[in-house]
């Protein structure tokens, strides 16, 4: 949860219940009370997702989330790996730690909304975690990647797709995969639940009429990265990992 995106809405919250004070009493004022509510209560939620997700807060979620996916990413040596939607670039650098023998590459839209992440923090990051020699970040679109077929040896990503206006996710996830060389592994975290994908079921069974080997849907809102109460109120239930090989 980008800080940057608590404070957008703490400010517009703040916004409209000053226009609310000034205009006159009627309906229009009631109408800017109620957004300055509503305003409010989601600034409240996101601070709770903020402080839970925070590298520096007590429950840590983004780190134990972030360490969980990359301990599914395999490269060989010499190897390269793709994160998509790398935000701040965490995940690609956790793999590049795990992974010293290979290299990872990171894009992202770094759109307004997550303003608070950039190319730049990334590279930083990097730098700080002493892998900036393994990472490399560069913008991306990941409902077309600019990259040839079969160009990495493994692919992952964090709660990325679900961010996508989309009617088709698994055609998503498919471009992904579309950049992996055969024989190489896959870990994509997400909220996998029915409203955002169809149905996951019939999308592994028809990535293995594909060829796809080793294949699994792994929860981890039951207790391996969340548990289902913080999976219910962060809006995270249906979270999983698809793992595979191609």
């Known amino acids: 949860m980008p800080k940057g995106m608590v404070l957008s809405f703490a400010a517009a919250a703040a916004v409209c219940l000053m226009i609310a004070l000034f205009i006159q009493p009627g309906w229009l004022r009631i109408l800017f009370l109620i957004a300055a509510v509503i305003l409010a209560f989601v600034t409240l939620?996101?601070?709770?997702?903020?402080?839970?997700?925070?590298?520096?807060?007590n429950r840590q979620m983004s780190r134990q989330i972030i360490?969980?996916?990359?301990?599914y990413v395999r490269l060989p040596s010499a190897?390269?790996?793709?994160?998509?939607?790398?935000?701040?670039g965490a995940l690609a650098i956790a793999v590049a730690k795990r992974n010293p023998e290979a290299s990872m590459v990171g894009i992202d839209r770094w759109g307004v909304e997550y303003a608070s992440f950039s190319k730049r923090l990334c590279e930083e990051n990097a730098r700080a975690e002493g892998v900036e020699a393994l990472?490399?970040?560069a913008q991306g679109?990941?409902?077309?990647?600019?990259?040839?077929?079969?160009?990495f040896d493994a692919v992952t990503s964090n709660y990325v797709y679900h961010n996508?206006?989309?009617?088709?996710?698994?055609?998503?996830?498919?471009?992904?995969?579309?950049?992996?060389?055969k024989g190489g592994t896959f870990a994509l975290h997400d909220i996998f639940s029915k409203a955002k994908y169809g149905d996951m079921l019939s999308f592994v069974q028809k990535l293995k009429e594909m060829g796809y080997e080793k294949m699994e849907l792994i929860p981890t809102d039951n207790g391996r990265f969340m548990t289902k109460w913080e999976a219910t109120w962060m809006a995270l239930s249906g979270s999983a990992i698809l793992v595979g090989k191609k």
Do not use: H
């Not at 996508?164 to 060389?181: C, F, G, M, N």
């Open 67 to 71: 360490e969980g996916v990359a301990e």
């Open 164 to 181: 996508i206006p989309s009617r088709d996710r698994q055609a998503i996830l498919l471009e992904t995969l579309r950049v992996l060389k």
């Open 141 to 151: 679109n990941a409902m077309k990647l600019d990259f040839p077929d079969e160009t």
């Open 135 to 137: 990472t490399s970040f």
């Open 45 to 57: 939620w996101m601070t709770m997702l903020y402080r839970a997700f925070s590298y520096n807060g």
């Open 79 to 88: 190897g390269r790996g793709l994160d998509v939607g790398c935000g701040s």
